[in-house]
T-cell receptor, first 114, second 114 residues
Framework: AQSVTQLGSHVSVSEGALVLLRCNYSSSVPPYLFWYVQYPNQGLQLLLK??????LVKGINGFEAEFKKSETSFHLTKPSAHMSDAAEYFC????????????FGSGTRLLVRP | EAGVAQSPRYKIIEKRQSVAFWCNPI?????LYWYQQILGQGPKLLIQFQNNGVVDDSQLPKDRFSAERLKGVDSTLKIQPAKLEDSAVYLC????????????FGEGSWLTVV
């Protein structure tokens, strides 16, 4: 079964600094990969997804992620953090079978310091 | 377009009581998911429907949890009797049934069992 590992349950950056949230997946077959964001007391909102097209995927709010098959990674980045980026971020992998269900990582809480 | 609707948003019950959550997916979405998100963890799939049939319920605690989607549109998730460890956010999500599909989430139903 697929699994997702997010390194760092909390990441703290200064406003304007680079944001890097790490995600590694376990799969022998390139899966579909997703990043979702969750603001307090809200559901999950899709940031971006990789579905075997371009390896560099651009999402909403200035975020992007790069699929690296050799490293089984799908790290999320943003060049300059904004206070409004403070939230919980979840990496997820889609099972490449008939269900297409999402398997989520444990999440990384991003804190942005003024 | 209207998103995934869930109700109630918040519920507090005593252990051994029962509770039901309702979900109405995005119009036209054949696939409906119920996820459980315990505080500090990523969402975990409880059950997946394709129209009114169950695709995956392998992680649904069937001795106390039940779910139905009788007409292939809205769905109800029931817990009876509730345990303290059932305190979580119950997220409903929906999608078209296709590879690389985006799964859209509702805002969640927050359950506290005391």
């Amino acid at each position: 079964a697929q699994s997702v590992t997010q390194l760092g349950s909390h990441v703290s950056v200064s406003e304007g600094a680079l944001v890097l949230l790490r995600c590694n997946y376990s799969s022998s077959v390139p899966p579909y990969l997703f990043w979702y964001v969750q603001y307090p007391n809200q559901g999950l909102q899709l940031l971006l997804k990789y579905t075997s097209a371009a390896t560099l995927v651009k999402g909403i709010n200035g975020f992007e992620a790069e699929f690296k098959k050799s490293e089984t990674s799908f790290h999320l980045t943003k060049p300059s953090a904004h206070m409004s980026d403070a939230a919980e971020y979840f990496c997820a992998v889609s099972e490449v079978d008939s269900s297409y269900k999402l398997i989520f990582g444990s999440g990384t809480r991003l804190l942005v310091r003024p | 377009e209207a998103g995934v609707a869930q109700s109630p948003r918040y519920k507090i019950i005593e252990k051994r009581q029962s509770v039901a959550f309702w979900c109405n997916p995005i119009s036209g979405h054949a696939t409906l998911y119920w996820y459980q998100q315990i505080l500090g963890q990523g969402p975990k799939l409880l059950i997946q429907f394709q129209n009114n049939g169950v695709v995956d319920d392998s992680q649904l605690p069937k001795d106390r949890f039940s779910a139905e989607r009788l007409k292939g549109v809205d769905s109800t998730l029931k817990i009876q009797p509730a345990k303290l460890e059932d305190s979580a956010v119950y997220l409903c999500a929906s999608s078209f049934y296709s590879s690389g599909n985006t799964i859209y989430f509702g805002e969640g139903s927050w359950l506290t069992v005391v």
